[in-house]
């Protein structure tokens, strides 16, 4: 099944059925799946449930904008499909492979490849510039281009004059998109956001989403972003919401797929 599954966006495929569980026939595996997917921590007073089985099936293209309280495991999703945390129980496929199955190293290189994440903070490496910042990714990956790519990526977020910043002498809304630089060098077919614009005034806030919007509509990457902000969430084709570790909402994918550039 792995072998199948195209290394680059180039053709996304086609999407299929966006409600959990039902695929037509022949149609195309979602990119992730998860049932009955389970995550609990281990505390002094005993095991702490974050994930008390999340089912979700999300096909290649769609935009989910991921809402719901403080505390109810949004982050803690973003980051088992990140492969960053294994499930405790449950079924976790991303890109087609079985998250659960595959150790540290084959998860480093899945992400790598397919999963591209921006945080709440920027997360950037502050000895480094923003060019290698961006490179980083790609360098871990042996691609002898990693300079090259970085710079276009940093050009496409409008940062072409900032490549020899470090992240100390750049402005937050810089920060955050050669974060999301970062995120999109390698064209991962998943792109997870962690409240991206949660450290950023209002207009700059605005400012990162439409790039955000605007990077994925190019590249048709497939996008869960967690948002406390209602018109965010809408802007995404289809909203999910979690309570207690749970999904207790989903709107099923109302809106539309974007197709790849
Ligand atoms: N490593 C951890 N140890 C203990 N509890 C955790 C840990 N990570 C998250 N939690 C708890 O799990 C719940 C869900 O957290 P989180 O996924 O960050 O939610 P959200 O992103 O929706 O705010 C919270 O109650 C949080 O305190
Ligand atoms: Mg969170």
Redesign the pocket.
Known sequence: MDASLPDSLSAAPPRSLSAAGGRAPGAAAPLIEAAGLAFS?A?AAGP?E?LRGVDLAVAAGEAVGLV??????????LMLLAGLERPTGGVLRVAGRDLAAMDEDALARFRREHIGIVFQAFHLIPTMTALENVAVPLEFAGRGDAFDRAEAALRSVGLGHRLGHYPGQLSGGEQQRVALARAVVAAPRLLLADEPTGNLDRATGAQVMELLFALRARLGTTLLL?THDPALAARCGRQVR?ED?RIVGDDGGAGMAVPAA
């Open positions: 921590v505390a702490v974050i719901g309280p403080s505390g109810s495991g949004k982050t803690s999703l967690v979690m570790g």
